[in-house]
């Protein structure tokens, strides 16, 4: 079985930064895409930032410049950094990743619990 293990998420002031990491745990041969999503409540879940194995990266313009996404894949681990918070970011955030498991094996995506970022004074 796979894992992601989401944490780092909090209350925090408009202007401030946070940074969430996500860990994959489990029987794992590679890791290609990892990624982040968010879904503020009614609305649907929109990405926020991806990752290739090869460092390439994609961010949704509303988090451009503010947001930043890495990875360590000797730990299997994604981290958002973001800063200069706005209400509108208050969402739950989601890891997502894709993984392969062997070489004989499809590569499958899997997402994390969620972890909740909220943004007020």
């Known amino acids: 079985q796979v894992q992601l293990v989401e944490s780092g998420g909090g209350l925090v002031q408009p202007g401030g930064s946070l940074r969430l990491s996500c860990a994959a745990s489990?029987?794992?041969?590679?890791?290609?895409?990892m990624g982040w999503y968010r879904q503020a409540p009614g609305k649907e879940r929109e990405l926020v930032a991806t990752?290739?194995?090869?460092?390439?990266?994609n961010y949704a313009d509303s988090v451009k410049g503010r947001f930043t996404i890495s990875r360590d894949n000797a730990k299997n681990t994604v981290y958002l950094q973001m800063g200069s918070l706005k209400g509108d970011d208050t969402a739950v955030y989601y890891c997502?990743?894709?993984?392969?498991?062997?070489?004989?094996?499809?590569?499958?995506?899997?997402w994390g619990q969620g972890t909740q970022v909220t943004v007020s004074s």
């Open positions: 489990g029987t794992i041969s590679s890791i290609n895409v």
């Open positions: 997502q990743m894709v993984i392969t498991r062997s070489w004989f094996t499809s590569p499958v995506n899997y």
């Open positions: 990752i290739r194995s090869g460092g390439s990266t």
